[in-house]
């Protein structure tokens, strides 16, 4: 069974550094490109980018390109995505999903919240 | 990036039909795959619809998808109180090398 298994919610404060996880069983892990998706509240899904297993090959959309890092432990089968330094803007859920042309399998989110 | 553009809400009785479109360009619906995805209230999106008409193990034939153009849609029939949800279309575009969502359109079943 697939699985995507994401850590637990998060507060932060403005200009904490925060790294959450994707942790993935089931598959193929370094065959399949894992994407993250911010879900702010009450708003629609964005795609912030993707990265391939096999070789850390890494997208991002122009709109989070420099202010998250996507990243991946082929040994543990997990995705990362960090922050440097968050903003209270970053407040949201953010999921990790299995990634071909579509997304088939979803973890179940992390939400984090960034309030001083 | 561009998000695809959706109805913000649809509705329809029980056992009636609804259809969401997605409007995009060449460079995403145009020339790429479509997926739809539900997102039930407070849970995890699911995969809906992908390649613009197959439809994953478990989601039912009451469900389809089409595409023409640069538009896309998703069509459920035999309305229920299930499917009141947020739908979101998505593809890959091309020229800017990132995936775009719908809008997304709440179906309400009155």
């Known amino acids: 069974e697939v699985q995507l298994v994401q850590s637990g919610a998060e507060v932060k404060k403005p200009g904490d550094s925060l790294k959450i996880s994707c942790k993935t069983s089931?598959?193929?892990?370094?065959?399949?490109?894992i994407a993250w998706v911010r879900q702010l509240p009450g708003k629609g899904l964005e795609w912030m980018g993707v990265?391939?297993?096999?070789?850390?090959?890494?997208r991002y959309s122009p709109s989070f390109q420099g202010q998250v890092v996507i990243s991946v432990d082929k040994s543990i089968s997990t995705a990362y995505l960090q922050w440097s330094s968050l903003k209270a803007s970053d407040s949201a859920i953010y999921y990790c999903?299995?990634?071909?042309?579509?997304?088939?399998?979803w973890g179940h989110g992390t939400l984090v919240t960034v309030s001083s | 990036q561009s998000a695809l553009t959706q109805p913000p809400s649809v509705s329809a009785a029980p056992g009636q039909m609804v259809t969401i479109s997605c409007s995009g360009s060449?460079?995403?619906?145009?020339?790429?795959?479509v997926s739809w995805y539900q997102q039930l209230p407070g849970t995890v999106p699911k995969l809906f619809i992908y390649?613009?008409?197959k439809r994953p193990s478990g989601i039912p034939d009451r469900v389809s998808g089409s595409k023409s153009g640069t538009s896309a849609t998703l069509g459920i029939t035999g309305l229920q109180t299930g499917d009141e949800a947020d739908y979101y279309c998505?593809?890959?575009?091309?020229?800017?090398?990132?995936?775009?969502f719908g809008t997304g359109t709440k179906v309400t079943v009155l």
């Open positions: 999903a299995r990634s071909k042309l579509w997304f088939d399998y």
């Open positions: 089931g598959y193929g892990f370094p065959s399949f490109w």
């Open positions: 990265i391939y297993p096999d070789d850390s090959d890494t």
């Open positions: 060449s460079s995403n619906v145009g020339n790429n795959y």
């Open positions: 390649d613009n008409n």
């Open positions: 998505g593809a890959w575009d091309s020229s800017l090398s990132v995936y775009v």
